[in-house]
């Protein structure tokens, strides 16, 4: 029997997961006339929306709200973290009547600082920084506007690991890297997400999964939370071990988009069983590599600039192992495509390792234009030099 499967949200996430679900199964616009939902963003989780979907007797890929605080309350994931005995940074958590507190707190930490609101903020509610004044004014910024929590910083190249979870078991699929920050060089404010690569070599997902992922979905057990959906650790590798920067509740955005496409076996069938509570199957990856660079618009990841009109994708996009995602896009009844927000174009590109599929992706890029385009010009770079 052929799965149908609707998919709930429409960004680069989302559209990565149709055109992987569609090799083995019927895409449908309509949630009544799926066999499984899955959700694709944070808020519709958040939200309890795969609680709603559950009551009318759906088979729904995604937590429920419950197990979704541990994307929307840092608070409550360091709480989780600490009592599954998983490693992540010191920190300590802050309610808005707290300022002295934790003011007295980053000064208690050695340098390198790490702000993060307790609430959903797209991505863009952390700052990292080394100047004791900038953190101290960013925590007396954002705690006008609810709790904080602050971390002392860690080193170490970043991982990000999505595992499938059943409720039970959480199974690791294919270890990839992203980049957060705005700049080249690792600059400027944080980000959605301005690109991505995969495979990590050198990495033993498996392991990571075993020591960090599956505890905390023990943890989460213990607390009688049935954790059905995408567990995504984003993860530091310090020279102490891999310790755990956050959890996300769903596939990672621009993670999704070099993962899933690697994706061998059935990821339709694979989903609905760990949406059934009876994860069978194990993921195999193909050995190609996948690089996706994010273009964006003027001024993002702040205020945007809109109405740009945009050249180029159609000549990307006839390069062979070259996908171009519209994410954030309007065309004109004439067939003019302008920008309508941030991140406005994903770049994918596949090649058989790394580097090809870099140079691949930054060729599509050159090719595609608008006024106040900006990207990041190292993804993936010390990969390619290795």
């Avoid at 559209?15 to 199964?25: D, N």
């Avoid at 999704?256 to 076996?265: E, G, I, K, M």
Wanted: with cysteine; glycine share 10%; charged share 25%.
């Amino acid at each position: 029997m052929t799965l149908r499967v609707h998919v709930v949200g429409n960004g680069g996430r989302e559209l990565t997961l149709r055109y992987v679900l569609a090799r083995t199964a019927e895409v449908v616009d309509d949630v009544s006339a799926a066999d499984l939902v899955v959700i694709g963003p944070e808020a519709p989780l958040s939200q309890g929306l795969a609680d709603e979907l559950r009551a009318d007797g759906k088979v729904v890929f995604g937590p429920g709200i419950d197990g979704a605080r541990l994307e929307s309350s840092k608070r409550w994931m360091k709480e989780v973290l600490v009592d599954a005995g998983v490693p992540t940074a010191r920190h300590a958590s802050f309610a808005p009547d707290s300022v002295d507190e934790a003011v007295a707190f980053l000064h208690d930490l050695p340098g390198g600082y790490v702000i993060k609101t307790d609430y959903l903020a797209a991505g863009k509610g952390v700052l990292v920084t080394s100047s004791i004044d900038e953190a101290v004014a960013d925590v007396r910024a954002k705690l006008q506007h609810g709790s904080v929590v602050i971390e002392e910083q860690m080193t170490g190249p970043e991982l990000s690991l999505l595992c499938v979870c059943d409720g039970k078991r959480a199974v690791p699929l294919a270890p990839a890297r992203d980049y957060k920050r705005v700049g080249t060089g690792d600059v400027g404010p944080m980000t959605g997400g301005m690109g991505s690569f995969c495979p990590v070599v050198d990495v033993d997902g498996e392991a990571i999964a075993k020591s960090i992922v599956q505890p905390t979905l023990d943890a989460l057990r213990e607390r009688g939370i049935d954790y059905r959906g995408c567990l995504y650790a984003g993860l530091m590798l310090t020279p102490d071990g891999p310790k755990v920067v956050e959890y996300n509740v769903r596939f990672g955005d621009p993670e999704a988009q070099v993962v899933l496409p690697r994706f061998a076996s059935d990821l339709a069938s694979f989903l609905y069983e760990a949406a059934s509570g009876d994860l069978q199957s194990t993921p195999e990856f193909t050995d190609d590599a996948y690089v996706c660079l994010a273009l964006a618009a003027e001024g993002y990841p702040n205020d945007v600039r809109k109405g740009d009109v945009i050249e180029g994708i159609d000549d990307a996009e006839a390069l062979d192992g070259v996908r171009v995602l519209r994410l954030a896009v309007n065309e004109d009844a004439d067939g003019v495509v302008r920008t309508d927000g941030g991140r406005v174009l994903n770049v994918v590109a596949q090649g058989p390792e790394v580097g090809a599929a870099r140079s691949l992706a930054y060729e599509a890029a050159g090719l595609i234009s608008w006024d106040g385009m900006h990207y990041r010009t190292d993804v993936a770079e010390a990969e390619s030099k290795s």
